[in-house]
C-alpha cells in the first residue's frame, strides 16, 4: 500500500491532498479499530509530504498525551495553553506557525522543527478531544491549504 501513498512531487500542495483523500478513505474504509486509523493517517500524511513529525494528541484529564505519531521521539505531555498544541487546545482553533522560534512559550521536542501547524478534534459537545500536529524542518510550510485539507483527513477518523 506505501507504493500508492508516493504522490507525485510534481503536482500542487493542493492536488497532492486530493489525491491522498481518497488513499486515506480506502486505507480507513471497513477498519473500526480508530487507533489503527489514526496510525496509517499518519503514516500516509508523513508519507506523501516528508514532513518531520505527524501525530495525534489526545485531551486525557487535564492534559493533551501522546498518542499515535509517526517520526523523531516526541514529548508526552502538554498542559492546556503551553505550546501550540496546548495553545490549539485553549482556543479551539488551527494554529498555523510560520517559525516556532517566534513562537511564544514553542515547547521544543525537536530541535529539527522550524514550522508547525495544529488542527484541533473538536467533538459534538463542542470539546477539544485530540489535536493533530504537523512539524517540518522547513520554515514557512504551512498554509491555509494544509489547514483545509487536513482538518478533511481528521474529520474522516471523527
Known amino acids: 500500500m506505501s507504493e500508492d501513498l508516493l504522490i507525485n512531487k510534481k503536482h500542487s500542495k493542493k492536488e497532492q491532498y486530493e489525491q491522498l483523500i481518497p488513499q486515506v478513505k480506502a486505507l ?59 495553545t490549539s487546545w485553549e482556543k479551539k482553533e488551527v494554529i498555523i506557525v510560520k517559525d516556532v522560534s517566534l513562537f511564544p512559550g514553542h515547547i521544543s521536542c525537536s530541535s529539527e522543527s522550524r514550522s508547525e501547524i495544529v488542527i484541533p478534534v473538536i467533538d459534538d459537545k463542542k470539546e477539544v478531544i485530540s489535536v493533530l500536529d504537523i512539524d517540518h524542518s522547513e520554515l514557512n510550510t504551512f498554509d491555509d491549504i494544509d489547514a483545509y485539507y487536513l482538518q478533511l483527513l481528521v474529520d474522516l477518523l471523527f
Open 28 to 86: 480507513i474504509e471497513g477498519e473500526v479499530n480508530s487507533l489503527a486509523n489514526r496510525a496509517n493517517l499518519c503514516a500516509a500524511i508523513k508519507e506523501t509530504f516528508g514532513f518531520l513529525w505527524v501525530g495525534f494528541y489526545h485531551v486525557i484529564e487535564s492534559e493533551l498525551v501522546l498518542g499515535t505519531f509517526q517520526g523523531p521521539i516526541a514529548c508526552t505531555r502538554i498542559k492546556k495553553g503551553k505550546g501550540v498544541c496546548g
